[in-house]
């Protein structure tokens, strides 16, 4: 649970089915960017994780 939610929070959770990992961003100036960004970056870890 978020009590206090500040610019650039990030706020994930996996649904039910396991198939979406849900992102609510908070602030998002460019969100071209942060996707390619996420993606880039954390995608393949956190598929590692959840599998």
């Keep these: 649970m978020i009590t206090t939610v500040i610019p650039g929070t990030i706020w994930s959770e996996l649904a039910l089915d396991r198939s979406i990992l849900l992102l609510h961003v908070f602030d998002l100036d ?3 960017l942060f996707i390619e960004h996420f993606k880039h970056t954390y995608e393949r870890p956190l598929m590692e ?3």
């Design 30 to 32: 460019d969100e071209a």
């Design 49 to 51: 994780i959840f599998e």
